[in-house]
């Protein structure tokens, strides 16, 4: 193993003559010390980034000398832009291309390939007609085509898709300079190693490799050994990645509740400066609007407000005008504000780095500080993703019972009134009150009672509970009925109309899967592969969306047919997804007909590679 630093060709060893010298610590290494083109520098700049991190310190030297790079290091290292800036550089000036992508980066998952596209995006910001594009499974060929032909010259994709644009001729890799493999070992686990070399044999031997793995098995050393010019290995451990001072929790809400979940836990606990992290710049303006309607001093900040207002709502959140600010992950780079007392990942991110760089707003210089994480009940394998990266476990937040805020909203209500009798002038008021009640023979006590809910227009100070997240199932489980598996793990068996007579392996099973439908081989349990069906376990909340674009993939040029098992062979899966009377069940993708297969017509696309001649190999088929 090799470790680089960027300043080290540069400066000549010093010799210490004194303790005292010997004690002297050189300069922290930042981005600007590299050798990077300026337009990048500058996007890294407007990001927050100073400081690289320590993958980022050993990875971009070679990478930008032309190396070819293996490196050990796990999400939330900071990897992406490790080979993504090198990258950028190399190709800042190279203009549109025409006959195939300049750089092409592997993923295993949509999730991840959507994200390290995002992040290419943000660091080519001030790269005129730069073009990156994401090709992924699920997501129709039409958009993935067009840019395709628009000529992008970063391509980031999943290796089940990226075969499929090779076969159809809409992808072509002979000018390849640059390949990425992203968490090489996940892609290896999902059955994709063939898929993988077919694209190194593609791609020709003019282009440099970097190859990023959180773990090194033998296979991941074969591909190094046979693909790789005498790569310049790194090696990277993260110490610690979240701050022990500050305290994390988790709260399990459907996603229609988080507003009311929130503003119950900020009634009851008090906080001095709050940020809320949200997915979407729109969600920043909606959320916003939305707590200032409740009554809480909040502003948003993401990346369509110009920098100058950015700014000002900072100065504002500093100053104590607004208590909360609601940003994107992009807009609060670099964001340090010493009031800041809670981080709320209001939308849990995909990614556990980005999770890390959000709660880092809090709890800084030593002080301590608190995280809250709104999980839904089917994003529960990030949070796992989260506590597995950061080597730490997320404490699980109760909410304030109805009684405690029915009696918060009662002493806040009381404060209101002990604060008006010390404070106003009654005097006006007073004998209006005195003749109304001399009038109408009511007490007192009535009429401020009808006064206070006046006051309180419409609201009441009784706290109904929130409806139980896990209460409505998921369709793939409410259709299964009672002969359906179930697992304490939370994964049930599904049983898929492909077998042994298809030749089918369970590496194509896995890449179907994991590629069709964003799940990741932790998801995919238990496979059983028998001669005319076969038997996989998986979550056993299987969101809708998935469950109906996985009964539509096929594997070896046949549909799986997805369906809860109830242990009964053979047996046709009589519900039918129509949505009203007349429905022409044979012509739409989602219906299945009487006899159980398949709708006909031409395959969807199904990118997890089973279709292709001899499938997968077995290599690190999951099993329980």
């Known amino acids: 193993m090799t470790s680089v630093h960027p300043s080290a060709e540069t400066q000549a060893p010093a010799t210490p003559t004194t303790d005292a010298a010997a004690e002297i610590q050189p300069p922290a290494v930042q981005f600007c010390d590299f050798d990077i083109d300026p337009r990048i520098l500058s996007a890294l700049t407007d990001l927050g980034y100073e400081t690289p991190s320590a993958v980022q310190e050993q990875a971009i030297p070679p990478l930008l000398d032309g190396e070819d790079v293996m490196g050990l290091a796990q999400t939330g290292t900071g990897k992406t832009a490790a080979f993504a800036v090198p990258v950028l550089d190399s190709l800042a000036d190279a203009g549109r291309a ?9 993923a295993p998952t949509r999730e991840l390939a959507l994200q390290v596209s995002e992040a290419f995006t943000s660091y080519a910001a001030h790269l005129p007609g730069f073009s990156i594009l994401p090709i992924y499974g699920g997501q129709s ?17 999943t290796p089940g898709r990226v075969i499929d644009h090779l076969k159809r001729g809409s992808l072509k890799l002979h000018n390849l300079r640059h390949l990425v493999l992203d968490e090489a070992d996940e892609m290896l686990k999902m059955g994709f190693q063939e898929d993988i070399e077919a694209i190194f044999e593609a791609a020709g031997d003019q282009r440099q490799v970097a190859l990023f793995s959180a773990t090194m098995p033998k296979s991941i050393h074969r591909i190094a050994e046979r693909y790789l010019n005498n790569p310049r290995e790194i090696r990277v451990t993260p110490s610690s ?9 988790f709260l399990t809400v459907m996603h229609s509740h988080k507003l009311d979940a929130l503003t119950r836990i900020l009634e009851v606990e008090q906080y001095d400066g709050i940020i809320m992290f949200v997915r979407t710049k729109q969600a920043t303006e909606e959320l916003a609007d939305k707590l200032r309607a409740r009554g809480f001093k909040a502003a948003a900040i993401n990346g369509d407000i110009p920098q100058q207002a950015r700014e000002r709502t900072v100065e504002q959140l500093k100053a104590g005008h607004i208590d909360i600010l609601v940003a994107t992950d992009v807009a609060a780079r670099g964001l340090d504000v010493e009031r800041i ?4 990942n209001y939308d849990i991110p995909h990614d556990p780095e980005a999770y890390v760089h959000r709660i880092g707003r809090t709890g800084r210089a030593g002080r301590s500080g608190e995280a809250i994480l709104f ?30 805020l029915t009696n918060t909203r009662t002493d806040k209500f009381k404060a209101r009134i002990t604060e008006a009798l010390e404070t106003l002038d009654l005097t006006e008021m007073r004998p209006v009150i005195e003749q109304y009640e001399q009038a109408h023979n009511v007490p007192a006590t009535e009429v401020a009672a009808a006064l206070a809910t006046l006051l309180l227009d419409g609201e009441t100070l009784a706290a109904e509970p929130l409806p139980e997240p896990s209460a409505r199932k998921p369709r793939s489980e409410r259709e299964a009925g009672k002969g359906g598996k179930h697992r304490k793990d939370g994964m049930r068996t599904y049983r898929l109309a492909v077998g042994r007579n298809e030749r089918v392996q369970p590496g194509g099973i896995v890449g179907a899967i994991a590629n069709e439908g964003g799940l990741t081989s932790a998801q995919i349990g238990h496979i059983d592969i028998r001669s005319n069906h076969s038997l996989v376990d998986l979550p056993a909340d299987l969101p809708e969306e998935v469950f109906e674009r996985l009964s539509r993939t096929r594997i070896q040029g046949k549909h799986i047919d997805l369906r809860p098992d109830t ?5 046709p899966f009589k519900k039918r997804f129509d949505r009203g009377a007349g429905a022409d069940h044979g012509s739409k993708p989602g219906f299945r007909k009487k006899h159980g297969r398949g709708p006909s017509g031409p395959r969807s696309g199904g990118s997890g590679g089973g279709h292709r001649k001899g499938g997968y190999q077995k290599t690190g088929a999951p099993r329980k």
């Open 241 to 249: 990645t979240t701050g022990t001072n500050i305290r994390q929790r």
């Open 341 to 344: 007392e809670l981080v709320v």
């Open 375 to 404: 999980v839904t009940p089917r994003e529960h394998h990030l949070l796992k993703s989260i506590e597995k990266a950061t080597r730490r476990s997320v404490e699980k937040l109760v909410l304030p019972t109805p009684e405690e």
């Open 98 to 106: 025409d006959d195939g992508p300049l750089a092409l980066v592997l």
């Open 141 to 157: 060929y039409g958009p993935q085509l067009a840019g395709l032909k628009r000529g992008a010259q970063v391509v980031v994709g």
């Open 567 to 571: 242990g009964r062979p053979g047996r």
